[in-house]
């Protein structure tokens, strides 16, 4: 008769620690918020009480340890852990409408889109500069005298003149930054610079100068060609 | 209740068992506790924000060494060359900005501190704050293509006139003083450490041109430094846009003391004492029925 309450508390326990720590660590997957999680583990309950409670047996032998809990008859050595419960559960709720209503001291949360989707115009620009040893070098040498300061002489985002942007420049070397994108992509980035962000990129916060003011088209893509050489990262491709 | 039932049988009293019963209550309570608390949140982080602390009395609007600063809680924010504009520059004298602020429900005062190994006439420092509810460009609300920007409010104190000056820009080359000049400043340097005091009453009358305090609510804030050193031919090194800046963060006057959240979780937590009476007395009526 024990089991009938032991067996739904390991569910519960085995699901919490599926959705906790076993699901975000599944590839592809990400940490489940805790809303949702909730949300999971109202549903096994409400299967587990629909399941336990399916005959009068089953429903007295899933209730019936609760309410003598409840009501402490014969309870014996639990009586101590039936007071901290009830002493327990008015605190738990009374913190938990605390923090619902207390007004909130944090500054507001910040999403940002790290690699927003480009104008139309620029999907499926292909670089219009032959890939030649001496392009690229004189790409690195564009990169040296306008991208250097801030993403860094070793294309790692750490420039002499990047320490107080926020966000911080981007770091080519990470295979998270210009190996997950076209060279179309960069062309968009470079050229617009920080102020042709869409909303979600919050371009209000970004340093990158419009780059199209100062530089010619050629020179911006031969500066794409020396950032991935630099950077020993690929373009990406759709083969 | 079944006859069957562990609570209601001597077996189920047996220490072992109960043991057993005990470490998996103690484990679901725990569980519980972390479901219900949401998570961990991450705690506050320093410099993203200043916030002023509210103090009765006079501001220390025109001294910026007086003893209430001590009492305001330091935001430290790196500063970086202004590279956005392409009139330059890719390295300046002031690295790291220390900010305190205060307000008193009516002024607001801003403590700007930074080192600079020398003292210069064209020493000067500003704070920009974006206008209303439109997102302006940290870079002098400089103009987006794809967003409506809004303007920037820029409080302006340079040495040699030691005094704030109240301006207003939507890109750079748009840099006006208002009309109305509601800003003071006054800066002291000492010990290669510049301390500017900006201050203004927390609302004005020119909304649409001026940030305007709200204690409770964040608005972004932005700094600037020139150091005003010059180089061999006596040219100023930083000038106009080539100057140290900071990113956006935010800026808020604490609200006064609001208690009411202990007041809604105390009416909270006796509903819940008093969801748990009724509920052990109908249950117990069950039984004796």
Known sequence: ?239 | MSPGSPWGNEASMNPVKLTVQWSVYVKWVLIATLIMGGGTDGLAQESVAVRASLVSGALPVDDPNAAAWNGAAPAVFPMSPQVHWPDRIQEVTVQDLTVRALHDGTQVAFLLEYNDPTEDPDDAAAIEFMVGDKKAHFAHGQPMLLVDGGPVNIWFWKHKDNKGVDMWAKGFGTLRPHSHQDVKAKGEYANGKWRVVFSRSLVTEHPDEDMQVTPGRFVNIAFAVWDGRKDATGQLIEKGSQKAVSSWWYFRAEPPPDYSGYLYAGVAAVLALGFQFVLIRKLKEGQSA
């Open chain 1, 1 to 239: 008769m024990g089991h009938s309450l032991i067996r739904p508390i390991i569910i519960m326990g085995v699901m919490y620690a599926v959705l906790k720590f076993v699901l975000p660590n599944i590839p592809g997957s990400a940490a489940l918020p805790s809303s949702l999680i909730l949300l999971y583990l109202l549903l096994t309950l409400s299967g587990i009480i629909i399941f336990e409670t399916v005959s009068a047996e089953s429903k007295d032998a899933f209730w019936g340890p609760m309410q003598k809990f409840l009501t402490g008859d014969n309870i014996g050595g639990l009586k101590p852990f039936r007071y901290g419960i009830l002493i327990f559960f008015p605190l738990l709720v009374g913190w938990q409408t605390y923090n619902a209503t207390a007004p909130s001291g944090q500054p507001p949360t910040e999403s940002r889109v790290i690699h927003p989707a480009p104008p139309g115009e620029y999907t499926g620009l292909v670089n219009p500069v032959p890939k030649t040893p001496e392009n690229i070098m004189q790409g690195k040498g564009f990169y040296a005298a306008f991208c250097s300061p801030c993403h860094g002489a070793n294309f790692d985002g750490k420039g002499p003149a990047a320490r107080g942007y926020n966000p911080p420049p981007a770091n080519f070397a990470d295979p998270t930054t210009i190996a997950m994108l076209q060279e179309s992509y960069l062309f968009w980035r470079i050229k617009k610079g920080g102020v042709g962000l869409p909303i979600e990129g919050m371009p209000w916060k970004s340093a990158m100068p419009r780059w199209e003011l100062e530089l010619p088209d050629e020179w911006i893509w031969k500066i794409i060609m020396g950032e991935y050489d630099g950077a020993h990262q690929s373009p990406r491709t759709w083969e």
